[in-house]
């Protein structure tokens, strides 16, 4: 019952807060889909022209290895400053959940600044294991981080469909397990194998403590985001049956209205990760 009583607690004050998550996640939404998509994007067309390559898909990856190596290294390049693009973004918005969990004012500049800070400090054994928990382990395991850039990384189909209910438990259990290991890296500047350890340690007994604040968070922006759309579909379905005359302008006001609350998912699905950490390395 306690723990019932907790959990509902930290969705309402984690939901209380919407309104001082919503600029850092917009600032890096807009960001990256209006200047880090497009540049990667034309980047990695101008790669593929000159490589006088039609696409990039599954079935030309090997002929780009044998026959087009310096194709390959830019493309390689191309997928390195993605991921470090979204280290950024992680880094960020868990330094921003971590300030207004707090209660202590941090200004963009700061914000950025430490950001920066924290990307002069990646190591390779780091950028590895945040290229196999990004790309494998959360996609794979059914926890999410939403990230636009990561959308452009595709797993290959083989690899999810070989994925039997087994393998996504085992990655759901290593995910979680290793969930706190980048926070302990960048909140508290542990060095790597001190915060697998420390990850490993915290969640030892805590795993459905953890799991629980999860399906609470997760399932209260689902049930409210749901609730909101069928409460904008059923009025303007109302609006077209009494009022056919306004149908148009209320359709317009739907729209916006759904664009609004899908807006709303975005942050609070994004953040809630955030939220859900620094609470746990808070009780710790």
Not at 242 to 261: C, E, H, K, R
């Amino acid at each position: 019952m306690n723990y019932l009583k907790r959990s509902l607690g930290n969705a309402w004050d984690f939901l209380k807060g919407t309104q001082a998550y919503f600029r850092d996640v917009l600032l890096m939404h807009g960001f990256i889909l209006f200047i880090c998509l497009p540049l990667l994007s034309s980047t990695t067309r101008f790669i593929l022209h000159r490589g006088a390559i039609d696409y990039l898909s599954y079935d030309n990856i090997p002929s780009i290895f044998s026959q087009h190596p310096g194709v390959l290294l830019s493309l390689i390049v191309v997928l390195m400053m993605i991921l470090l693009l979204v280290y950024f973004e992680f880094t960020f918005l868990l330094m921003s959940v971590f300030f207004i969990k707090k209660k202590e004012p941090i200004s963009l500049k700061q914000l950025l600044h430490l950001t920066i800070l924290q990307l002069k400090k990646v190591r390779p054994i780091t950028f590895l294991f945040f290229l196999a928990y990004f790309l494998l382990i959360l996609p794979i395991s059914g926890l999410s981080f939403n990230s636009d850039l990561l959308s452009k990384i595709k797993i290959p189909a083989f690899i999810i469909v070989s994925s039997f209910l087994l393998v996504y438990i085992f990655l759901g259990y290593i995910g979680i397990r290793l969930i706190f290991a980048l926070p302990e890296m960048i909140l508290r500047d542990r060095p790597f194998r001190a915060a697998i350890r420390e990850s490993w340690s915290l969640t030892k007994s805590r795993l459905l403590a953890i799991t629980g604040q999860f399906i609470v968070i997760g399932g209260t922006i689902l049930l409210l985001s749901s609730l909101g759309y069928i409460v904008v579909i059923l009025a303007q379905s109302m609006v077209e049956q009494f009022f056919p005359d306004y149908a148009l302008i209320s359709a317009v006001f739907a729209m916006t209205l759904l664009q609004g609350i899908l807006l709303f998912n975005i942050v609070m699905s994004t953040v809630g990760i955030f939220y859900i950490i620094v609470d746990f390395m808070d009780d710790e």
